[in-house]
Nanobody, 127 residues
């Protein structure tokens, strides 16, 4: 069983930055690929970023966040991060951390294919 706990959300002005963290309670964290999705009311969950078991194994980003967001991980701390910069009001959403029991991030998977989700953290970007 994997438990994920996100933190770091909050209110920020447009153009600002935030860093989200996701702490995983699993002994074999380094064997999981990790990612972030987000959801706004009335919309489907949107892929934000994904990272393989090792950062060198590849990182992936949704088109709307490329060049502004950076995903990273610290396997010694069982934590994955999402550094968000140049935030826009349209980035306002609940951000969820996911874990995939596969070492490489598999692009294109549907949200319902991930077994492990955090509870989410709200990010609000004011204009």
């Amino acid at each position: 069983q994997v438990q994920l706990v996100e933190s770091g959300g909050g209110l920020v002005q447009a153009g600002g930055s935030l860093r989200l963290s996701c702490a995983a309670s699993v002994r074999t964290f380094s064997t999981y690929s990790m990612g972030w999705f987000r959801r706004t009311p009335g919309k489907e969950r949107e892929f934000v970023a994904g990272i393989a078991w090792s950062g060198g194994g590849g990182t992936y980003y949704g088109d709307s966040v490329k060049g502004r967001f950076t995903i990273s991980r610290d396997n010694a701390k069982n934590t994955v991060y999402l550094q968000m910069s140049a935030l826009k009001p349209e980035d306002t959403a609940v951000y969820y951390c996911v874990a995939d029991n596969f070492p490489l991030w598999r692009p294109g998977r549907r949200p319902d294919e991930y077994d492990y989700w955090g509870q989410g953290t709200q990010v609000t970007v004011s204009s």
